[in-house]
């Protein structure tokens, strides 16, 4: 079946830094990504919509220029966390949707967990 | 997008079935019902989907009500391996419209 890949798994940084995490759709050719954010306990918020070639659309309420997000290929996206700050921990995931089938199943990444010291 | 509400939490002991229900009285005609499930510190993972008609494949089978408001995930002997948080969601195939996803059900197995 399809897969997704995320890297890092997991990464602890500084306040202050800027942290990239990367989503690749290995055997298909992903034109539309998500990036969620999961905090403990809770279900998956929705950051933003991904969309190979142009800028991503962001929920009401996320920082676009906090959460930078770059789909630059039909199978790479990357979200950085720019200035990273301890509320910004949390276990951030991307799907793709396949084009594979005509139902467009969503296939998600094993999620990055991020922690701010 | 139609929104779905599941019971915060169930459990079931291992072997036995599990129904896991799903309430989506705004459906629309072309949205595909989902389900998908998540383990602990990973992403979530498929595990089926249809569109009206009942649905089996080797991880659970989609109970789908003739009126589609409402839907039923059934695992046909649970596993302590099938203790996750289960979503159910809706999908409009034809665009590429983003996925929001409500509380799922955490499902408990007991030994």
Redesign the interface.
């Known amino acids: 079946g399809a897969v997704v890949s995320q890297h890092p798994s997991w990464v602890i940084c500084k306040s202050g830094t800027s942290v990239k995490i990367e989503c690749r759709s290995l055997d298909f050719q992903a034109t539309t990504m998500f990036w969620y954010r999961q905090f403990p306990k809770q279900s998956l918020m929705l950051m933003a919509t991904s969309n190979e070639g142009s800028k991503a659309t962001y929920e009401q309420g996320v920082e676009k220029d906090k959460f930078l997000i770059n789909h630059a290929s039909l199978t790479l996206s990357t979200l950085t966390v720019t200035s990273a700050h301890p509320e910004d921990s949390s276990f951030y995931i991307c799907s793709a949707i396949t084009p594979l089938e005509r139902r467009e199943k969503l296939f998600f990444g094993s999620g990055t967990q991020l922690s701010v010291l | 997008d139609a929104k779905t509400t599941q019971p915060n939490s169930m459990e079931s002991n291992e072997e036995e079935p599990v129904h896991l229900p799903c309430n989506h009285s705004t459906i629309s005609g072309t949205d595909?019902i989902?389900w998908?499930r998540?383990l602990p510190?990973?992403?979530?993972?498929?595990v089926i989907?249809g569109?009206t008609s009942n649905v089996n494949n080797r991880m659970a089978s989609l109970a789908i009500a003739e009126d589609r408001k409402s839907s039923t995930l059934i695992l046909h002997r649970a596993t302590l391996r099938d203790a996750a948080?289960y979503?159910c969601i809706l999908?409009d195939?034809r665009g590429?419209q983003?996925?929001?996803?409500?509380?799922?059900t955490k499902l408990q197995v007991i030994p």
């Open positions: 595909y989902h998908y998540q510190s990973q992403g979530p993972e498929y989907h569109l948080v979503y999908r195939p590429y983003k996925v929001t996803f409500g509380t799922g």
